[in-house]
């Protein structure tokens, strides 16, 4: 079992960014597509963005052109910057290993 941990949260206005990171350890990622998810309160969670081993992505349409999801093998991590926030964007963010593994999550508040 690989071990996912997320980081990057926190509070920020809108039209602001972040950078979600999620570290993996007790096995590689490399030959797994990688997707971060995220759950808003009251809500089902929902896909955010996915990438393969290729590098392919693919992205919810509430979050196109704003969100790129990204993934350095080399340092086992995947990421998700987040640019132009929206109060509709909070929610806790997961990171998934081809949904065999997750994180624990990381909150992403948008507020002003």
């Known amino acids: 079992q690989v071990q996912l941990v997320e980081s990057g949260g926190g509070l920020v206005q809108p039209g602001g960014s972040l950078r979600l990171s999620c570290a993996a350890s007790g096995g590689i990622i490399i030959n797994y597509p990688m997707g971060w998810y995220r759950q808003a309160p009251g809500k089902e969670r929902e896909l955010v963005a996915t990438i393969t081993r290729a590098g392919t992505t693919n992205y919810a349409d509430s979050v196109k052109g704003r969100f790129t999801i990204s993934r350095d093998n080399a340092k086992n991590t995947v990421y998700l910057q987040m640019n132009s926030l929206k109060p509709e964007d909070t929610a806790i963010y997961y990171c998934?290993?081809?949904?065999?593994?997750w994180g624990q999550g990381t909150q992403v508040t948008v507020s002003s």
């Open positions: 998934t290993r081809s949904g065999l593994d």
